[in-house]
């Protein structure tokens, strides 16, 4: 008899679960156009088709729940009114899944909604969550849940303190508004400071308040003493070595302090830079900031399909996004 000797992933127990990634989708039923510095092509209409292939195949992989990283629609369908309608047609899109959906918040949800009409709409995903996974506060988009034995997720409000994220009224709006002009003396916020300041200090990004950032040491510390494995997900990412210094958190250093004080983070995944971009940090922990949809090009794909397993997750990426082994620290 003949013994053939199997591979390494014949060897491998099955995954624990499996779950879908994507980012940045940003539709919109108008013409192609380009990006903010007017270097990038941008493919509004067909980021429902891309996104449509994520879902089927998603379907087909059975994957336990979807995590949709932020701006989910673009900004453009404001000034047209097209908001509701534009969120309605996107929503569909994922309501075919079977899977459940988890929704990231990032600039253009706020361009298009106000955040007492995001708590009300279906990009609050809090309520679809298992028990114990309810919002952090009323006007904090955060909650974290287990999505099977021995692993936690934990999505966090990178608008939190914003200007685009908090009504003008507000003390965080205030707040946010005096951190801005300390840092960048530019008349349009929206424009990067000079050289001698930190390019995150725009007005389309925002930061983690300390409530936030104790509610996630405390979710974390808990975590630890399970000895689970956590996955944190954000609009913005957190490390300048995983993006473009422009796209970071406001506070981006103080949200990378409290991951790397826990032994239970094994993973940082963004959206935000639709370049994308990866680094593992000195702990060990890897960020991944995903490729956007909305800049790929109708004949590619820009989603990702995570296997976890009890030593290590493996990325399949579809088009833009590559495949990765991520080792556990």
């Given at each position: ?40 092509k941008r493919f509004y209409r067909n980021s429902l088709q891309l996104l449509r292939n994520a879902t ?100 966090l409000d990178a608008y939190d303190i914003s200007m685009i994220g908090r009504d003008e ?161």
């Amino acid at each position: 008899m003949c013994l053939i000797r199997r591979t390494a992933m014949e060897d491998r127990a099955p995954p624990v679960f499996a779950f879908g990634i994507i980012a940045d989708i940003q539709y919109a039923d108008i013409e192609d156009g380009l990006n903010y510095l007017r270097t990038r092509k941008r493919f509004y209409r067909n980021s429902l088709q891309l996104l449509r292939n994520a879902t089927r195949r998603w379907e087909e992989q059975r994957v336990r729940c979807v995590l949709q990283l932020g701006d989910i629609i673009d900004g453009f369908n404001k000034s047209s009114s097209a908001s509701e309608q534009a969120l309605h047609t996107v929503i569909g899109e994922f309501d075919k899944s079977s899977a459940d959906v988890h929704h990231v918040w990032g600039n253009h949800e706020f361009y298009n909604f106000c955040r007492e009409t995001l708590l009300a709409s279906p990009l609050n995903s809090a309520a679809k969550a298992e028990s114990g996974s309810d919002l952090l506060a009323n006007d904090i988009y955060a909650y974290e849940f287990s999505p099977g034995p021995g692993f936690r997720f934990v999505l966090l409000d990178a608008y939190d303190i914003s200007m685009i994220g908090r009504d003008e009224s507000s003390e965080k709006h205030k707040r946010s508004l005096k951190l801005l002009q300390e840092h960048n003396s530019n008349p349009d916020l929206n424009q990067p400071p000079g050289a001698a300041a930190k390019p995150v200090f725009v007005k389309f990004n925002g930061g983690f308040s300390q409530e936030q950032l104790l509610w996630l040491d405390e979710v974390l510390t808990l975590a630890d003493q399970k000895q689970e494995r956590v996955t944190v997900f954000s609009h913005l990412p957190v490390h300048p070595y995983a993006t473009d210094p422009i796209c970071l958190a406001w506070n981006y250093d103080a949200l990378q302090s409290v991951l790397r004080s826990h032994k239970s983070v094994v993973c940082f995944m963004a959206g935000h830079d639709h370049d994308g971009g990866y680094y593992m940090d000195e702990s060990g922990v890897h960020h991944i900031t995903l490729e956007g949809v909305i800049e790929t090009r109708p004949d590619s794909n820009a989603f990702g399909t995570v296997y976890v397993y009890e030593d290590q997750m493996v990325l399949k990426g579809n088009g833009r996004i590559s495949d990765m082994v991520l080792k556990y620290p």
